[in-house]
């Protein structure tokens, strides 16, 4: 009689750990938006319902740090990287139909997206309002009656005009609320914390090797190359197989993004599942190295946030003693949302390890994380305005998240327990960067 | 004889005086010397004329220039301050030289780190001229009607529109608002023509102002009142320079919050405010306005804007539907298309720089903080391909030279062929 549970238990464990090493490609299979890790449209279809919270219990604050929507690519050099090679390899008529395709394909893109670098698009302000039409319905008490949002971006404008799309949309649902809003360069300090030093120390040597190891291990690019050029002697002369393949399977990540022709995307059938989950991989290491408690390179990196989150809970703490109700909403980047999300644990995000190899099986991936438009809500619950035994929960990507702390409430914290716990691991973060307080 | 002779004498003198509208107002109130950062008055005109029988708006298309801000270098609050630390050190300010380096010292730190940042101001004030656009044209702005909105990449201007956004919304909350700041919209929200530009370098160009500047150039009052010993300034501080640091810095005041604590102004007479204000309106006169010292050239900077304006109210006035066009930059980009339209005679062709403000080109008339340009359009119905339309500045009905239908209404055909013309002369 317990010898099958256990046998069962410990198929569903096996199973369990097989299916997340597994799921990442089936994820990609089914749905290459995954692949784009930090390129990716936000998956704001299938949101779980929430769990109503403890009898009594009413939210009346959120504090808010959400990337900006979708976007054009940055800069031309994803773009002109491959369409340089396909264009001089063209002209000698070294490329498949195949490789035309792609050719016209990045000449379209570059026309596209010329003079919008970074802007974001009409997919990403459909993301904003989205995020803030759930958060005023499912946060009602929050905005209603005498309510303020103070809205904070970093100075880029695309994070600008994500907060603007994001307060109208509330304003929308409740036209009285007392709204500011700041693009100030005085807030960068916590926004978008710059530490150079630091910023460098993330690539040593040391990491660069393993790095480049882990590339060469998983960047099978030679049938990608071999569909798209038609003289592996030219190829092994004058292409990048590296670059020309991570080039392009970006291109076409990115696409989605910007609604061009919609559903037709010539460049994002190209590829295979298997190239896709190739450049999930090395993306997502990138990601690891950049942003997570990462072994090689010391794991200090997501110690930046501190500065982000000690802001955040002086700020509660001093909306709790002054009663009021309401949002406070931060617009920035992924390279914090990501690290920020590592800092706190959510999710199991804190992992730590020199093995890059493991992180897919760890469910460490930066996909879940930081697409477009990807957010975390700490959102408040009190029982009346008086009371001090306050519960938070946390939605990371609008899903209920799971924090490194006790609880016999969850998904819900005790506000203090969550104040302790952090205010601690921000202490041991400032100590570890040697900031002085 | 003799008397009616002294009388005429004095009549010639004082009619200059009477004429300088700049020199009475800044007489009467400092803050009318900030030029390009004056705080938004608002509307002076309450009542706007009604337009004629039958006629109804239907489209308005705006240029608006962000809300109040702060200075956008640490140099422009730095520079006075050091010259006046300096001199300090050396033992050589009076008690309100002393005084006013201090006030300095917390004006520049207030300012650190807020570099051209919109302020409180300035969002309340892009937030009532939304209001005032609304209340005073509701029927732009009923039900679904889209408005699009579109700023320069600069964060204040960005802001700016989205304070006037809000502020619509929350009037018709229906409203369908589209935000927008990409660089592909510089060629005529902000374009920057670098040949245009060169002919503010040029020799003619430079004297005409140094000219005129070094004829401004009596500041013994100021210098006195700041600094204790006149060898000294003579070997170390330049006048004109020093003065213009100090206003300013005094200018920028009345836009932000600590501006309600501290001013500066007290250590400027009016005269000396005045001084300053006129040199600089020569400035803009001769680096933005129409004046032969440029070529009369500058204001076709804004050519693309003019055309963009003129192609956008055409293709509005084939649609049956209500619109709205919202754009937000700066007061170089507003004073030259000001110029370029000769609103309010603001085309004035002159050489006489000393009689720009008698002549009536004064340059806080077109650009303080918040300032913006509005064509309401109207049309008797939406099957009306003729439609009147009619200029506001600042919010008050502006004239245009061309034939009036009535009042401030004019033609728009009558407008479209007069610039098209201008536009089409200057470039061919």
Redesign the interface.
Known sequence: MRRPLLLVALMVWLGCRQGLAQSVFSIIDGDRNFAAGCYGIYPDSHLPKLTPAPKGYKPFYISHYGRHGSRYLNDIKAFYTPYQTLLAADSLGKLTPLGQVALHEMRLNIDDAE???G?LTGVGKDQQRGIMRRMSRNFPEVFRHGAFVDAYST?V?RC??S???S??EL???Y??LE????????N?WYMNRQDKSLRDSAMTQRVKTVFDEFIDKHGRNDRLIAMLFNDSAYVSQHVSKMWTAYYLLKAALIQPNTHRRENVNPLLQMFSSEDYHMFWKIENAWSYIRSGFCELNGALQPYLQCYLLRQMISEADSIIQSRKHGASLRFGHETVLLPLVCLMGINGYDYRTADLDSLESKGWWASSVCPMSGNLQIVFYRKNDTDRELLVKVLLNEKEAQLPLPSDLAPYYRWSDFREYYLKRVAEGESALGVKR | MKKWLLAAVITLLITPLYGQTAYNEIHYNHLKSASNYMAYPGPVQQELTPAPRGYKPFYLSHYGRHGSRYHSKPSTYNAPYLTLLKADSLGKLTTIGKDIMRRLDVIRHDA????G?LTELG?RQQQDIARRMFERFPELFQGHTEVDARST?V?RC??S???A??EL??LN?ELS?H??????D?HYLNLQDKELFNLRKTQKAKQAFMDFRDKNNDFSHLMRTLFNDSSYVREHIRPFDFAEQLMLVAAIMQNVELGKKITLYDVFTPDEAYRIWEVGNAYWYIGWGASPATDSKMPYVQRNLLRKIIEQADSCIQLPTTNVHLRYGHETVLLPLLCLLDVNGFGLVTNDLAHLDSLHWINHKAFPMGANVQFVFYRKNDKDRDPLFKVLLNENEATLPLKSVSGPYYHWSDFRTYYLKKLDAYEN
């Not at chain 2, 935000?179 to 592909?184: G, I, L």
């Open positions: 003079d919008r670098w802007d100075i404008t600008a005009l907060m603007g799309t307060v109208l304003v929308r649902d036209p009285d709204v500011t809003m700041n693009n100030s360069y005085s960068m | 650190e780190n807020h570099w940042d969002a990449g964060g960005v802001l529109m989205e304070y956004m809000v919304l929350r909350p608002i935000m927008n700041a990409t660089h592909r510089m």
